[in-house]
């Protein structure tokens, strides 16, 4: 495929329309930026940390066009894997106390159009099923990933894989993939994936394994494995990526330079990534050259792919602080888990090790997350009271939640995207 060619079709995927010109919520960026969740349909409040049955998380997720919140916090011990329907926005941040967990196997957004996940975490664990990803898209469109920590999947632990077009991945760990495999994971479609300031920590590899129309942006990737951090499609396929204002930092188990596998079918937009290999205690890395002796064999190219960016690009400088403040399901609280991985990055190379069993040393499963109790809800709508009385609703009158406003969005979306900040 020629240049021109493929600049083309990598033009059109960025700019191809959406079903709905709003943003999924305020803040939302990149290819999956236009989700619609479950704006046209219910209220559904998980009420419960079982595994099953009526009020549980995996029951809010199992129909479709909903809007999940939550009204109880603390960890969900699934021992199935979860699978997620359509048009569905899973609002973690809805969680009192410390948050929500779900922990012990993986879930599954394959076929689960216009997804909205955000402040959750998301860990599989040893005793979920075997050669399964902790989260899992094989196809689908318009997914929207943000503020998610995803950690200890047993063979990836966040994928991408087929006939998928418009997902963002953005301001999410993605940690401490399970030996054997210990994997990051794939990011392999030609219908855009965008990745922005994320972290990537402790996976062997595939920290990410990029294949097709990629946007890899202010994203901080440490302590891989010999296995590779960041894969360049090895592959047949043709690939066209940006991968700009990044920051690689080797680690304990860094035993690899930071690209790996590329070749000539890999066209990629390389701008101002930094890497520290030294493993000193102290971050200072430096650009890499734009040639092939730092991104492996890859087809550099000079001008930058038409995908839609971050908002606020930042140097690699200025990237790493921002991500280690806000990566992950930091609302209500970062959890135990989420403190130590961002200060294994802080120790600048000589922190953080791979596991092969999350239970055991250092980690010791996923810890306590603390319960809470939900705001008064009079109308049990999803809104608070004191919110409604505040902006003109109703606090009786259970309706008034899924009502379109002004904005575009729900009232319920206007409520639970106001209890975040915007990225």
């Known amino acids: 495929m020629g240049w ?3 600049l083309s079709t990598a033009t059109v995927v960025a700019l191809a329309p ?10 939302a960026e990149g290819f999956g930026r236009n989700a ?24 809010a997720v199992a129909k479709a066009n909903r809007i999940v919140v939550f009204d109880v916090g603390g960890t969900i011990n699934i021992t199935d894997r979860v699978v997620v329907s359509k048009n569905i926005y899973i609002a973690g941040q809805t969680a009192p106390g410390g948050g929500i967990t779900v922990y012990g196997n993986g879930l599954s957004w394959s076929n689960a159009n216009d997804a909205i996940v955000r402040y959750v975490r998301l860990r599989m664990g040893k005793s979920g099923d075997s050669g399964k990803d902790g989260i899992t898209i094989a196809d689908g469109q318009n997914m929207i990933f943000d503020h998610v920590s995803a950690t200890w999947g047993r063979d990836e ?3 991408i894989n087929g006939d998928v077009t418009n997902v963002t991945i953005q301001d999410t760990i993605i940690g ?5 495999h210990s994997c990051g994971g794939l990011m392999q479609t030609d219908g855009g994936i965008s990745l922005f300031r994320n972290l990537y920590i402790d996976n062997k590899t595939r920290n990410p394994k990029v294949k097709g129309v990629n946007d890899f942006q202010n994203n901080v990737v440490y302590n891989w494995g010999d296995g590779g951090g960041y894969i360049a499609g090895d592959s047949d396929g043709q690939s066209y990526a940006n991968i700009i204002n990044n920051y690689f930092i080797s680690g304990p188990s860094t035993g690899v330079t930071a690209f790996t596998r590329g070749n000539a079918n890999f066209h990629g937009y390389v701008s101002n990534n930094f890497y520290d290999s030294n493993k000193n205690g102290v971050l200072d890395g430096t650009a890499l050259c734009a040639k092939t002796s730092c991104y492996s064999d890859m087809d550099i190219v000079p001008t930058k792919f038409a995908y839609p960016g971050p908002g606020t690009p930042r140097s690699p400088q200025d990237a790493v602080p921002y991500v280690l403040a806000h990566v992950g399901a930091t609302y209500p609280s970062r959890d135990g888990v989420d403190r130590r991985l961002v200060a294994e990055v802080q120790s600048w190379g000589t922190a953080g090790q791979l596991i092969s069993d999350e239970r055991a040393g250092p980690m010791f499963g996923p810890g306590y997350v603390a319960g809470g109790a939900r705001p008064a809800d009079s109308d049990d709508d999803g809104i608070p009271d004191a919110w409604e009385l505040a902006h003109g609703l109703d606090p009786r009158d259970p309706g008034d939640a899924m009502r379109i406003g002004a904005s575009g969005y729900a009232n319920i979306e206007v409520y639970v995207n106001s209890l975040v900040p915007t990225s």
Request: proline residues 2%; aromatic residues 12%; negative net charge.
């Open 157 to 159: 632990t966040f994928s």
């Open 18 to 27: 959406c079903v709905s010109g709003l943003l999924a919520f305020p803040g």
């Open 4 to 6: 021109l060619q493929f």
């Open 176 to 180: 401490q993939g399970l030996d054997t």
């Open 36 to 59: 619609i969740g479950g704006r046209t349909g219910s209220v559904y409040h998980v009420t419960n940390l079982a595994d099953s049955g009526a009020g549980s998380f995996r029951d």
